[in-house]
């Protein structure tokens, strides 16, 4: 039997800012305004719980625009889980953070 | 502050927290932090400034978890890991002590390699009574069944190794107790070295030989799981019992409560390769 990973406040609205597509962290402390000293060792340690999982964006892309390539986070399906009970627990997070615009 | 001053205060926070960070994950959470600290410079200056205060609290993090991953990993029940925490409380009460002239005097004079001699006696006279009281050689699973020859040396050099170890450790151990008594009481402390060898040899091995006795007989594994068999009925007519296996299934340890004239010694059920796959690998 799998057991869900409980979040605690400030974990729990980091997932749902990385599920609503806002994948690195600079992005999460202007959505969320958690300092950095929060939400990095955070994403470490829900990586290494398995709630998200973290890929490099490509080469190419990055020197198009100029800039060093970017670590992407992606919320899991454990993540999704304990994401679903996280908003049992702390139901004013699913009105906070709102889905990412996506460039057309 | 100017731009140039800012970036090389940013490149050395960044140099200091990665010095943190173990070694195998530091390149790529450098070039992570380089890029989030790009892009915060290339937005706003003062952001990156903030976002930096972040490095050393992830650097830590990353630490943490490495360190967690590492004592996940350490096998506590193998006979590797508990030479290892024997050594090295030897390396350390020996260490200890040779930094101290005091210590390094008493023990390297023709009077600490008498006493240490004296130390070693008293400790292979303790081994019999030893092996009576905590009736180690009342253990069925050492005389031999299903045991290659390769398996039995290995027993006794483990056996041979934490005794050494241990004798080794604890004359230390009386010196260290017995040298601040020096300044206190003269030489005649040195005479305490004796009493202190007697009663530490005998804990040290009466436990050097329940550990032995704890381990499985073919690899040396501290035995895990402890149950009790029998309802306490039995305690009339039958005999209760305690059980503990190995976990790599080769066989489980049956330990009577008291002795019986049927059940005297404990018995080491050996099992055969049919039950390795309920155990784990």
């Known amino acids: ?104 | 502050m100017s731009p140039h001053q800012q970036l090389r205060s940013l490149h050395r926070q960044l140099g200091r927290a990665a010095k943190v960070v173990p070694r195998i994950k530091r390149e790529t959470w450098q070039a992570e932090w380089v890029a989030e600290l790009s892009h915060a410079y290339a937005q706003d200056p003062a952001a990156a400034a903030e976002l930096a205060q972040g490095l050393v609290p992830d650097a830590i993090m990353m630490r943490r978890i490495h360190l967690q991953h590492r004592v996940e990993a350490i096998d506590w029940r193998s006979p590797e890991f508990c030479l290892r925490i024997l050594l090295g409380a030897f390396a350390a009460l020996a260490a200890g002590g040779l930094v101290q002239p005091h210590f390094r005097n008493a023990v390297f004079s023709s009077w600490g390699l008498i006493t240490f001699a004296w130390f070693f006696t008293l400790a292979i006279l303790t081994v019999p009574s030893t092996v009576v009281v905590s009736r180690f050689s009342a253990h069925d699973a050492y005389e031999g069944e299903a045991a290659s020859m390769r398996q039995r040396a290995g027993r006794w050099y483990f056996l041979g190794a934490k005794l050494l170890l241990l004798v080794m450790s604890v004359y230390l151990l009386a010196v260290h107790l017995t040298l601040p008594l020096v300044h206190l009481i003269g030489r005649s402390a040195n005479g305490l070295l004796i009493p202190c060898g007697l009663v530490f040899n005998v804990i040290v091995i009466g436990w050097a030989f329940n550990d032995q006795r704890e381990r499985c007989p073919t690899c040396m594994r501290l035995l895990r799981s402890p149950a009790r068999m029998g309802p306490p009925s039995w305690s009339l007519l039958d005999s209760n019992a305690t059980e503990e296996m190995c976990d790599r299934g080769h066989g489980l340890l049956h330990q009577p409560e008291w002795q019986t004239s049927w059940c005297q010694n404990a018995r080491w059920l050996q099992l055969d390769g049919t039950w390795r796959e309920l155990f784990r690998p």
């Open chain 1, 1 to 104: 039997m799998s057991e869900t990973v409980r979040l605690s406040h400030s974990a729990a609205l980091m997932l749902k800012t990385l599920k609503e597509g806002h994948g690195y962290g600079f992005d999460i402390m202007n959505i969320t305004g958690l300092p950095s000293g929060t939400v990095y060792p955070a994403l470490r340690r829900m990586e290494n719980d398995g709630l998200i999982d973290g890929t490099w964006e490509s080469e190419q892309k990055a020197q198009k625009e100029d800039r060093p390539a970017r670590r992407y986070y992606k919320v899991t399906a454990a993540g999704k889980l304990a994401l679903v009970e996280a908003e049992k627990k702390y139901p004013l997070i699913a009105q906070f953070a709102r889905p990412k615009a996506v460039k057309a």
